[in-house]
């Protein structure tokens, strides 16, 4: 017998799965609408113009090599994407209190930030929203965290958040519980707490004593503005808490496959950034080492270049304006169709999903019927439609629908 026959195959990754099979499928009107990644209207991939630019710099530039970066990665694209999600004039930056460590994109920031959690604090509860993205259970999880809750997000009644619920189960944390917190753009609800809401969230892990922890994948993509984006992340700073941010530049540069990210600490004390660095340093070590340089050069240069740092602002503007129309374009097409029920939230949802209430016995009919790849719990991203598709579209949520 073999040493690995005990082994079973698990349950695929959803999303994974989904684009595969929307590869295989030959059907000409095809529509992919699983995958969080930008298309545009033609319904390709962009890769950005101040990243192409930079990319051909880059080339051509003998002097560059491949040499090994740091364990921690490149400290200018560190400094930068710090800035970029506090704010560069945050007097967490001016009194040194943050800073930031290349990651393996915004996964590898979350998988080195748990592991640090776990093996160096200790702790071991982690909340996440129900629903959340998919992967946040399976890294805490991996990391070494042993007990896994979910915090009330999502009201499937009134299609908006259970406030009241994630209050509650947040009041029932127990001290030193890693709350994991969607910055903006949530996935995949689409729904962002108000200020206000954040207001009392931040009161409430305050008393409870709980360490919060920002994931923000979507930083431009929701409001178009990477400033207002981050919003949320600066008040927390502000009222003098420590915490961690996980950062990603797959959605916002357009750099998926790079796996460039930021994992960034903010601290109330300088003496414990050179301890903090230095257990980092072992986890990552032990993990992979050091970083690709390839992705965290481009956002570097892109972010300190005044010229570039704003043609990367308008790409925002166009990515985030695209996803807008779309919104605007299905919830019209479904309402004059008459499709039963109510479509406002396809419009007052932001970033790049929406979590369309669809059943999973219409997914199910989308998928097989109609050739529409989407998840399970009906969230389709944005970005996989456009003009051609569309009118598909829409007919086809209202023949699942009626
Ligand atoms: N966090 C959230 C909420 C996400 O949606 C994603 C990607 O879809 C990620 C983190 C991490 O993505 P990546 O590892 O590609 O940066």
Redesign the pocket.
Same mark, same amino acid.
């Given at each position: 017998g073999s040493r690995f026959s005990k082994l079973s195959i698990q349950p695929p990754i959803e999303v994974f799965n989904l684009m595969k099979a929307y590869q295989d499928d030959p059907y000409e009107k095809k529509v992919n609408l699983s995958a @969080?990644a930008y298309r545009t209207d033609q319904g390709e991939p962009w890769v950005l113009p101040c990243v192409r630019k930079v990319e051909a710099a880059m080339a051509a530039d003998t002097s560059l090599n491949h040499e090994y970066l740091p364990i921690l990665g490149l400290e200018a694209f560190s400094q930068q994407a710090t800035a970029l999600v506090l704010g560069g004039d945050n007097p967490a930056i001016v009194n040194g209190l943050a800073f930031g460590v290349q990651t393996l %994109? @915004?996964? @590898?920031a979350?998988r080195v930030a748990a592991e640090f959690l776990c093996r160096q604090l200790g702790f071991n509860v982690f909340y996440y929203s129900d629903p959340t993205?998919g992967n946040h259970g399976l890294v805490f999880k991996s990391a070494g965290f042993t007990t896994e809750r979910k915090y009330r997000y999502w009201d499937s009644e009134k299609r908006g958040i259970d406030f009241d619920g994630m209050i509650a189960d947040l009041k029932d944390a127990p001290p030193n519980s890693v709350i994991i917190l969607?910055a903006c753009a949530h996935?995949p609800t689409g729904c962002d707490p108000t200020l206000d809401q954040w207001k009392q969230i931040a009161q409430v892990i305050k008393e409870k004593e709980l360490f919060p922890l920002f994931?923000i /994948?979507y930083q431009g993509f929701a409001s178009g503005d990477a400033d207002k984006d981050a919003l949320v992340v600066r008040y927390f700073t502000s009222l003098g808490f420590e915490l961690i941010i996980c950062q %990603?530049f /797959?959605k916002n540069f357009g750099l998926?496959n790079e796996r460039i @990210?930021n994992l960034t600490f903010v601290v109330n004390a300088q003496e414990v950034i050179a301890p903090i660095k230095s257990q980092l340093s072992i986890i990552i070590r032990a993990m992979y080492s050091n970083p690709p340089n390839h992705g965290a050069r481009i956002v570097a240069t892109v972010l300190s270049n005044p010229e570039y740092n704003q043609e990367w602002r308008e790409c925002l503007k166009v990515m985030s304006g695209r996803i807008r129309e779309m919104r605007e374009l299905l919830r019209g097409k479904l309402e004059s169709l008459g499709t039963p029920g109510t479509w406002d939230h396809i419009t007052t949802q932001i970033g790049m999903f929406s979590y369309t209430g669809l059943n999973s016995k219409q997914v199910e009919t989308l998928v097989k019927k109609y050739h529409i790849y989407l998840l399970r719990s009906g969230r389709i991203s944005m970005c996989g439609l456009n003009r051609n598709n569309i009118d598909y579209v829409a007919n086809a949520i209202y023949d699942v629908v009626v």
């Amino acid at each position: 017998g073999s040493r690995f026959s005990k082994l079973s195959i698990q349950p695929p990754i959803e999303v994974f799965n989904l684009m595969k099979a929307y590869q295989d499928d030959p059907y000409e009107k095809k529509v992919n609408l699983s995958a @969080g990644a930008y298309r545009t209207d033609q319904g390709e991939p962009w890769v950005l113009p101040c990243v192409r630019k930079v990319e051909a710099a880059m080339a051509a530039d003998t002097s560059l090599n491949h040499e090994y970066l740091p364990i921690l990665g490149l400290e200018a694209f560190s400094q930068q994407a710090t800035a970029l999600v506090l704010g560069g004039d945050n007097p967490a930056i001016v009194n040194g209190l943050a800073f930031g460590v290349q990651t393996l %994109s @915004g996964t @590898g920031a979350l998988r080195v930030a748990a592991e640090f959690l776990c093996r160096q604090l200790g702790f071991n509860v982690f909340y996440y929203s129900d629903p959340t993205w998919g992967n946040h259970g399976l890294v805490f999880k991996s990391a070494g965290f042993t007990t896994e809750r979910k915090y009330r997000y999502w009201d499937s009644e009134k299609r908006g958040i259970d406030f009241d619920g994630m209050i509650a189960d947040l009041k029932d944390a127990p001290p030193n519980s890693v709350i994991i917190l969607h910055a903006c753009a949530h996935n995949p609800t689409g729904c962002d707490p108000t200020l206000d809401q954040w207001k009392q969230i931040a009161q409430v892990i305050k008393e409870k004593e709980l360490f919060p922890l920002f994931d923000i /994948a979507y930083q431009g993509f929701a409001s178009g503005d990477a400033d207002k984006d981050a919003l949320v992340v600066r008040y927390f700073t502000s009222l003098g808490f420590e915490l961690i941010i996980c950062q %990603s530049f /797959a959605k916002n540069f357009g750099l998926y496959n790079e796996r460039i @990210g930021n994992l960034t600490f903010v601290v109330n004390a300088q003496e414990v950034i050179a301890p903090i660095k230095s257990q980092l340093s072992i986890i990552i070590r032990a993990m992979y080492s050091n970083p690709p340089n390839h992705g965290a050069r481009i956002v570097a240069t892109v972010l300190s270049n005044p010229e570039y740092n704003q043609e990367w602002r308008e790409c925002l503007k166009v990515m985030s304006g695209r996803i807008r129309e779309m919104r605007e374009l299905l919830r019209g097409k479904l309402e004059s169709l008459g499709t039963p029920g109510t479509w406002d939230h396809i419009t007052t949802q932001i970033g790049m999903f929406s979590y369309t209430g669809l059943n999973s016995k219409q997914v199910e009919t989308l998928v097989k019927k109609y050739h529409i790849y989407l998840l399970r719990s009906g969230r389709i991203s944005m970005c996989g439609l456009n003009r051609n598709n569309i009118d598909y579209v829409a007919n086809a949520i209202y023949d699942v629908v009626v």
